[in-house]
Structures are given as structure tokens and as C-alpha cells.
């Protein structure tokens, strides 16, 4: 029994340990492409990024195909895997989605979001402002993703922040022109509809936050000014 618990013990091991490598690796392709790092339409060899990483060749192709699902990449028949094109529409293909989610994780916290919960969402939103006016701009941008994904999380729904944590990668390029008086604004609004256990009015006005920032993006990109910019 202690060596087949201890098999056992290890299996689980190298399982944790493989799942820590994809993730790193997918993590660091991912920066490169939304950084510009590396261009689209760039091969991506599966060789070299194993070799340069330290690791299995089956650990690059699993990231690849993780990040093939977001759209960063594309995979080419008999050809390989190249970066893929990361525009405008790509990124408010991503807000539609983030609209739905966004506007349904507000509406499920308002079940389960505490005092404690609330004091750190309304002090998360004053810390935003404070930093935009300072021009920290990723600073912000760090603490704008921390504080839609706190409401994701007190949703409590493990598909819901699974889904989350897959389009928000889209969302580290953006950093639309918005007043960011209004950006406060609606923040605290939001808070006070989860506080007040508003479900309708909280997930209305966390779509409608998101849906503005999207009609932003697009009409930058109509003026062609607008440029996908990384945010770790």
C-alpha cells in the first residue's frame, strides 16, 4: 500500500508540476505577442521555444493550443503555428463576451458579497482614481483587472472564473481613453448595486460599463488611433 500511495503521491506530482510549466510558458508567448514582442504573422516553432524555455516540446504544443483558442495564434496545415492578428475586432469580440460575464458575475455577488467584500471593491476603486490622476497608468491598469475579477470571483460560479480568467487575457492590451472621473464613477455605482443587493440594476450597469469601454475602442480604431497596448 505505501509504495502504490507513494506512486500515487508522485503521479500527483509531476501532474502539479506539468500544469505549472504550460502555465509559465503559455504566460510568457502570451506577453511576447500582446507586448509586439513577437509580430503576427511570426512562426512560432515548437523546437526553439522548448529549448529556450527548458522544456518538453508537448508542453510548448499544449500551450500553443491553449492560446490557439484565444485567437492569439493560429496553426497552419503542414505549416506550423503562427502569431495570429490582434485587432480591433478581435478585442471587442472579447468585450462582447466580457459584457455577458461581467454583467452576470455582478448579479450572482450580489448574493454573496460581505462588508468586508464591499470595503475592499470601494477601496480598490478609489485606489484606481488616484493612480489615473497621478498618470500610473499601469498601475491602473493592474488594479482596473484586479477589481473586475474580485466581483468575478464572489460570483462563486468555478465555470464563470474559468471563463474569466480566458478573455481577460485580451483585455491586458487595453488601455481605452475614457475619463476616468466617469470610470470612478461607475465603479462605485456598481458596488453600490452589490451592496444593495440590486441584482438587475448591478448586472446593468457592469455591462454598460463594459459595453463603453468597447464603443470607445472602436471608434479609436475608426480614427485609427488606436494601438493594443500591453499591461502586465
Known sequence: MNAVAGKSRLKKHEAMLDRVARHNVREEIQRRILSGETRPGERLSQQSLA???GVAQGTVRESLFELQWLGLVESIDRLGVFVGKLDVERICEAYQVRAVLEGLAARLSCNNAGRADISTLRTIAEDIY????????????????EFHFYI?????????????????????????????QRIYEEH????????????????????????????RIEAEGRQGNFVPKWVD
Do not use: C, F, P
Open 152 to 180: 468575478t470571483k464572489l460570483s462563486r460560479n468555478k465555470i464563470l472564473i474559468k471563463l474569466a480568467e480566458s478573455y481577460r487575457v485580451l483585455g491586458m492590451t487595453v488601455q481605452a481613453s475614457r475619463e476616468q
Open 188 to 215: 462605485l455605482a456598481i458596488v453600490d448595486a452589490i451592496e444593495r443587493n440590486v441584482a438587475d440594476e448591478a448586472e446593468r450597469l457592469a455591462r454598460m460599463h463594459v459595453t463603453d469601454a468597447a464603443g
Open 51 to 53: 529549448r529556450e524555455m
Open 130 to 145: 488616484k493612480l489615473a490622476r497621478k498618470g500610473h497608468e499601469d498601475e491602473r491598469g493592474r488594479l482596473d483587472r
